[in-house]
């Protein structure tokens, strides 16, 4: 069965209501569908869920779930972000709301003088982020999301983790780090170890591809394979921002060997 647990719509930074996101799954084809609004309670921040409407998001997703019900079954989640000092991704922060299942990120690297680097943003932000609160150093740039994600999964209660390797987003287009190196190969195998042990799944994200980013999902294979080799558990994700890229890339990653499972194939317990 097609499903997609990560998906954006106008409640965060998407193109698209959720009831539009509901019609083209339900035209492509799918049984399910998971909404993933971007959080980051109690911070509101731009492309993000405001705290001010948390309820009023959960309200419209449960009215198109009510709408669409013998078609396509809807699911009412979160994509939370980890910020040092100031969120989390804990259910405890959102249970108020009620989650079918929570989604924890890392989209911003913290530095040791407190300055937070945009990991997928734009380029520039990255380079110029990296220069100024790095001292230009790269590698000490992505151990540190490695570390953030490694502490977010053994620390914090959610179910998926997000694109473990965003990092890769403009490596191929305005390289700045060797993929192949072995330090990095080091740190896809300790968060691999980390997920194994915490029993969370990751995800194999398409999303990357959608916006042209990418030739190839996150985690990249090289790690898809160390994720596999450790036991960790993967859903398949397009990570949509608009109506159109629900489906995208998927023909090419469904297929693959008992890597592809989805956890969430039975109805999650609820958060509350
Ligand atoms: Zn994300
Ligand atoms: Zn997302």
């Known amino acids: 069965m097609l499903a997609n647990f990560h998906t954006h719509t106008v409640w965060c930074d998407g193109k698209n209501t959720p009831e539009e996101m509901a019609e083209a799954a339900i035209a492509k084809g799918f049984g399910r569908l998971g909404f993933s609004s971007h959080l980051a309670f109690p911070e509101s921040m731009e492309g993000y869920l405001s705290p001010d409407w948390a309820l009023d998001y959960v309200r419209d997703v449960r009215r198109v779930a009510e709408k669409y019900a013998g078609r396509i079954e809807i699911f009412c ?3 939370a972000d980890y910020i040092p000092g100031a969120t989390t991704p804990e ?5 108020f709301m009620g989650f079918d299942y929570l989604i924890g990120a890392v989209h911003f690297v913290t530095a040791d003088d407190g300055a937070r680097v945009p990991v997928d943003d734009t380029p520039e932000k990255l380079v110029r982020g990296i220069a100024e609160h790095f001292g230009g150093d790269a590698r000490s740039f992505v151990e540190r999301y490695f570390e953030q994600q490694i502490f977010m999964v053994e620390h914090f209660d959610f179910d998926v983790l997000a694109h473990p390797d965003l990092v890769r987003k403009f490596n191929a287009k305005h390289p700045y780090f060797d993929e192949a190196a072995e330090w990095y190969e080091a740190l896809e195998a300790r968060l691999a170890r980390s997920l194994a042990a915490s029993g969370k799944a ?6 990357a591809i959608a916006r042209g980013w990418l030739d190839d999902a996150y ?3 090289g790690f898809r394979a160390t994720l596999r080799k450790y036991g960790v558990k993967c859903i398949l994700s397009s990570d949509a921002h608009a109506a159109s890229g629900i489906d995208c890339a998927f023909d090419r990653f469904g297929g693959q060997e008992n890597f592809l499972i989805f956890p969430l194939d039975k109805r999650p317990r609820n958060m509350i």
């Open 77 to 79: 989640g979160g994509e």
């Open 219 to 221: 985690p990249s294979a």
């Open 91 to 95: 259910k405890s922060r959102y249970g």
């Open 202 to 207: 990751t995800e194999v994200n398409t999303g």
